[in-house]
């Protein structure tokens, strides 16, 4: 089976704006994929390049095998897209536009009357079937956007920001729903401003800037390659930074705290006291701090000239390696502290 | 070409007018009963038969029918497509496995059958004023098809062309209706000097409003004044030129859809 979405080197330019450069990616069937980026990223034009809305200047892009302009038909009839805006009909009730979509996918008309009901009864807002859409509260269309995508039983949903401004009941709603989905077998590509969604949601993300790819992983994997802070309390404040091994990538001082900035908290840490304990400092009190998802995309998409894996850094063999033989009294704090992190 | 997404798309843009008849062909009704009353009853009868036999609310009916059936199908397909850019609910369409020819035929087909509609209300109105008896119907029936999805098919064209809601207004008053009015619907060819008739061959309206009424009426003013070599076949050119010209025409809009001309970015 080919896979979900593939692109390779797709570019769209508008005049000399590049908006999506050389971007090539897969997403497998069955997967949860997320697209994370800031705005004016690509994330968008990407999407709507697989759907039809763009038109491509360069590459390819395939939907479960179906090239998106010379195969423009199957690709369109496998996805189902909840877009940003609120691109609906006005003219008709929620339920004639779902059969209307639904039609438009070549369902007939009795069938698509009853997937209009039951994607309505699912997203919970059956009893609004006879509303037009322009009276729907905004949580409403919402749910009504992604009752349109469903209601061609797609084998790829996209969601293009699809909690952005909702309450919090109406998000846990979706993400219930589409997690579903997806373990119904449903392809999800997911685009999303907000990190925890993606953490909690996505079996993979990719990290989009400036219509770049800057990065592909699980969310756990890119954690790992955030650093994290071990922050110690000195019993007495030195008068100058005190000078540890090559595991820090940054210190600071101020006053009797002591940060310093290093690959892996826990890993580290014991290594960190015997260094300070042998320069005479004593330690009163430890903490280690991970880096949270959030700050590694913001520093990703900030300068994606910089290389923020561990490769710059010594790695963990090589710092542990280094470590002395345990003590006790020195490791319990940090294994303590690493559990409240 | 008639699969269930066509008819799906077909009926959802007849709905859309159908549903809404206080915009879609009472405006025209009423406009029309104003046309035949004004200039049939109250100047018209000051009027010498514009043609021998023919008195002048009989003469008028064609045009008129014409006027409406062009005007609103050009209306029903420019605004269908625009209203749908401008709200972006035209990506339901676009987003669907549809191919560019079933989307273009089924929204020139519908803005087509809206322009028959009011065609047939402007006769029946005309009705009302003046005996009407059909002269050769299947003639009739081809050429008001024809000219009828050939201004949805410019309607198509008008609304992807258009970035704003004046730009549909401008076309259709600016545009449309000086050519109507100056496609001998309120006058015969014959009446004009020899130049104005030469000039007036090269409006495309004439054609057209003198086929509905050869159809409608048995008179054709293209019968009189074609070279005599010619004449007896005016009519009939007239409409092979306008299906050839409708042909064309939807042709462009399946190359404008499929390049998605307006339609993506």
Known sequence: MPPAIETTDLVKEYGDLRALQELSLTVEEGEFFGLLGPNGAGKTTFINTLVGLVRKTGGDARVFGHDVEDDYRQARDAIGLAPQEFNVDRFFPIREVLMHKAGYHGIPEEEAGERADEVLKRVGIYDKRNERFDWLSGGMK?????????????????????????????RHDLWELVTELNEEGTTVLLTTHYIEEAERLCDRVAIMNEGRKVTVA??????????????VRLEDAPSVTPSVGGYAHETTLEGDRFEVRVDDGGSTAPQLLNDL???????????????????????????????????????????SGNETAGDEGKETPAREQEGIA | MLSVGFRALFQRELLRFIRRPKNTFMPPAITNVLYFAVFGIILGGRIDEPVAGIGYILFLVPGLVVLGTISNAFENASFS???GRWNEYIHETLTSPLSYVEMVVAYVGASAVRGLIVGVIIAVIGRLFVPISIENGLFLVATMVVIAALFAGFGIIGGLVARDFDDLTVMNQFILRPLVFFGAVFYSLTMLPSTWQTVSLLNPMVYMVDSVRYGLLGYSDMLEIAPAAYAEFAPYAS????????????AVDVYLFKIGYGLTD
């Open chain 2, 81 to 83: 497509i625009f209203h």
């Open chain 1, 142 to 170: 919402r749910r009504l956007l992604l009752a349109r995508a469903l209601v061609t039983e797609p084998d790829l949903l996209i969601l293009d920001e699809p909690t952005a401004g909702v309450d919090v009941q109406l």
């Open chain 2, 239 to 250: 409409l092979g030129v306008l299906t050839l010209l409708t042909i064309g025409v939807v």
């Open chain 1, 277 to 319: 304990e042998a320069a005479g400092h004593e330690i009163a009190d430890l903490e280690i701090t991970r880096t949270s998802l959030e700050e590694i995309f913001v520093d990703l998409t900030r300068q994606d000239d910089r290389t923020t894996t561990r490769s710059d850094a010594p790695t963990n063999e090589e710092a």
């Open chain 1, 218 to 231: 699980t969310p756990d994997d890119l954690k790992t390659r955030g650093t994290d802070t071990i922050s």
